[in-house]
């Protein structure tokens, strides 16, 4: 089973922006074709995202935790103009949780959707 998901936090911040979840399953295709801006180790990845209008250079960026399998999941995204980039200490916290959620079991993640803490990029 595919899991394309995002987290809460994740979530709320996409309703400040112009991002949509159709957006996002094109970031995922991107990256299964090996479109990764970087690698930042412990199974996260950076991805630009383009807004309507804007260049991906001045647009948003976003961090996935993934294996590269069958589990993408959204953990923070930031404009540019936000932050530059985050710090370790974001950047450990996230791997973490990152970890966690990828050695889920499907049941387990299943609970954690259910229980609202990860939602589901919408595929429609």
């Given at each position: 089973m595919k899991f394309i998901l995002k987290t809460r936090r994740f979530s709320r911040?996409?309703?400040?922006?112009?991002?949509?979840?159709?957006?996002?399953?094109?970031?995922?295709?991107?990256m299964e074709r090996g479109l990764i801006d970087a690698e930042l180790g412990g199974y996260i990845l950076k991805k630009r995202i383009a807004l309507p209008g804007r260049g991906k250079s001045g647009s948003v960026r976003t961090l996935i935790a993934t294996k590269k399998e069958d589990?993408?999941?959204?953990?923070?995204?930031f404009e540019k103009n936000e932050k530059e980039n985050i710090t370790s200490a974001e950047l450990a916290a996230i791997q973490a949780l990152a970890r966690d959620y990828l050695e889920f079991s499907d049941q387990m993640l299943l609970a954690v959707i259910t229980s609202g803490q990860l939602e589901e990029v919408n595929h429609e």
């Open positions: 911040w996409m309703k400040k922006t112009l991002l949509h979840d159709a957006t996002l399953l094109v970031a995922i295709e991107e589990r993408w999941i959204f953990m923070i995204g």
